[in-house]
């Protein structure tokens, strides 16, 4: 399985540290957010990476390289201007491959989250022996968490593994998913669109699953997210 990590926001909130610093870059207990995400995935087995970046990319090819430092094979899509989640995805489709991958936010500290478990989500479902419809087979597996502060009424419902818009109650999108390629099929490469509404498309469709998630996740969004992690008692941050 390949993985995609989306580093090429602007991380207006974080200002003025990403005026110098790409979001990603930014450290949690001395490490970078992205690195932290590189270690766990090459952990898991997942070392074939994508990172897509716009603004201050040059930093993070120059921190990242080719990943071989981490274990990784590290190759880049380079965006002139940031496309947005769906976008990103999209255009960086020629290199992710025909088989379902996994993409995660740049910008999230989920220092636990095991990795291992993303690889067979997306596995075609069967009921008593009889193949699950291609038209109704899951097109994309969501990791939802707790409601954080700055999202309390959530995104998501979830009934046992179907994702759905409507229902109660709602659960936050943590930012890690496993897609099929065949999910953004219709966005022209290049062009600008978001993830959040691809997949209410979808799952208004019913083909969207998913499974909570209640380990440590923050998605670092503020300056003062940021030092509360690196505070000496975190409980964040191991």
Same mark, same amino acid.
């Given at each position: 399985m390949k993985a995609m990590i989306l580093a090429a926001g602007r991380g207006e909130r974080m200002r003025p540290l990403t005026d110098t610093c790409p979001k990603p870059l930014l450290k949690v207990r001395g490490r970078p957010l992205i690195v932290w995400h590189i270690l766990n995935l090459v952990r898991a087995g997942i070392t074939d990476i994508v990172i897509n970046h716009a603004h201050l990319g040059h930093m993070l090819e120059e921190a990242i390289g080719d990943g071989s430092q981490y274990g990784a094979k590290v190759v880049w899509s380079r965006e002139d201007k940031a496309l947005e989640t769906a976008g990103g995805i999209a255009y960086a489709l020629h290199l992710l491959g025909d088989e379902p991958f996994l993409?995660?936010?740049?910008? /999230?500290?989920?220092?636990?989250?095991?990795?291992?478990?993303?690889? &067979?989500?997306?596995?075609?479902? %069967?009921?008593?022996g009889i193949p699950y419809p291609a038209d109704k087979r899951d097109v994309c597996w969501l990791y939802l968490t707790p409601n954080p502060f700055h999202n309390p009424n959530?995104?998501?419902?979830?009934?046992?593994? &179907?994702?759905?818009?409507?229902? %109660? $109650?709602?659960?936050?999108?943590?930012? /890690?998913?496993?897609?099929?390629? &065949?999910?953004?099929k219709d966005i022209t490469p290049g062009e600008s669109a978001k993830l959040g509404l691809l997949m209410r498309a979808w799952a208004d469709k019913g083909q969207v699953g998913?499974? /909570?998630?209640?380990? $440590?996740?923050?998605?670092?969004?503020?300056?003062?997210?940021?030092?509360?992690?690196?505070a000496p008692l975190s409980k964040a941050a191991p």
């Amino acid at each position: 399985m390949k993985a995609m990590i989306l580093a090429a926001g602007r991380g207006e909130r974080m200002r003025p540290l990403t005026d110098t610093c790409p979001k990603p870059l930014l450290k949690v207990r001395g490490r970078p957010l992205i690195v932290w995400h590189i270690l766990n995935l090459v952990r898991a087995g997942i070392t074939d990476i994508v990172i897509n970046h716009a603004h201050l990319g040059h930093m993070l090819e120059e921190a990242i390289g080719d990943g071989s430092q981490y274990g990784a094979k590290v190759v880049w899509s380079r965006e002139d201007k940031a496309l947005e989640t769906a976008g990103g995805i999209a255009y960086a489709l020629h290199l992710l491959g025909d088989e379902p991958f996994l993409v995660l936010s740049g910008d /999230i500290y989920c220092p636990y989250f095991d990795f291992e478990q993303v690889k &067979d989500v997306l596995h075609d479902k %069967d009921v008593l022996g009889i193949p699950y419809p291609a038209d109704k087979r899951d097109v994309c597996w969501l990791y939802l968490t707790p409601n954080p502060f700055h999202n309390p009424n959530g995104d998501f419902a979830l009934n046992m593994y &179907d994702v759905s818009n409507q229902g %109660d $109650p709602k659960w936050n999108f943590s930012n /890690i998913g496993v897609y099929r390629p &065949d999910m953004f099929k219709d966005i022209t490469p290049g062009e600008s669109a978001k993830l959040g509404l691809l997949m209410r498309a979808w799952a208004d469709k019913g083909q969207v699953g998913g499974e /909570i998630y209640e380990g $440590p996740w923050v998605n670092v969004g503020t300056v003062q997210q940021l030092e509360e992690l690196n505070a000496p008692l975190s409980k964040a941050a191991p």
